[in-house]
């Protein structure tokens, strides 16, 4: 089965104020491993970076003037995540984004099946942090390299936290096999 882990950057929080994308990254997966199928790019948003997005993922509006415009990679981005189930921290606010700049091109929204490791870790933790730096010190992932938000980053250290979300790392505890193995070795425990 093949998952796609999947970020966004963005001019600032909502798009009801017409803030756009300014970088996607995904990363593939398949049964739960990173293939080697990546799709990243910068986008030139067409406005302005607010000052708590530029202070979240240092993207200058200089640095992204010369990218490619949404419209010229939608057709590539689309085909990347066809057929496969999104997972995706905070699924709504990136989402948002995606279908704003799908609406605005007159093209249909994203219908992929959707995980939200968001609601997965509140629903595992409730009222702990949920959030991906509190998720990889949860689970011992390394995220030093996470100075600021970026999507490829984001999209290396949640593929590490989803799996461990949905418990394919976590060892099963059998407390009936090991009371049954201490009660045999105090059986045969000689006294000197």
């Not at 996607?24 to 997966?29: H, K, M, R, V, Y």
């Not at 030139?44 to 490619?68: C, M």
């Not at 609406?103 to 219908?111: H, I, M, P, Q, S």
């Not at 999507?151 to 059998?174: F, G």
């Amino acid at each position: 089965m093949k998952e796609i882990i999947l970020d966004t950057e963005t001019t600032g929080i909502s798009v009801k104020e017409g803030h756009r994308i300014v970088e996607i990254g995904c990363i593939e997966l398949e049964n739960l491993i990173p293939t080697k199928n990546k799709f990243h790019c910068y986008l030139n948003p067409e406005r302005k970076v607010s000052e708590k997005a530029f202070q979240i993922h240092g993207y200058t509006d200089d640095f992204l003037s010369d990218k490619k415009k949404f419209n010229e990679i939608v057709d590539d981005f689309m085909e990347f995540i066809n057929g496969k189930k999104l997972v995706i921290h905070n699924a709504e606010f990136d989402l948002s984004h995606i279908n704003n700049e799908l609406n605005l091109l007159g093209k249909k929204e994203v219908k992929n099946e959707i995980v939200d490791t968001l609601i997965l870790a509140r629903d595992k933790f409730p009222g702990s942090p949920a959030n991906l730096d509190a998720l990889c010190k949860r689970y011992r992932i390394d995220n030093s390299r996470r100075v600021h938000h970026t999507a490829l980053i984001d999209c290396e250290l949640l593929s590490k936290v989803y799996i461990n979300l949905i418990d394919q790392k976590e060892p099963t505890l059998n407390f009936q096999s090991s009371e049954k193995q201490n009660n045999l070795d105090l059986n045969n425990v000689t006294s000197y």
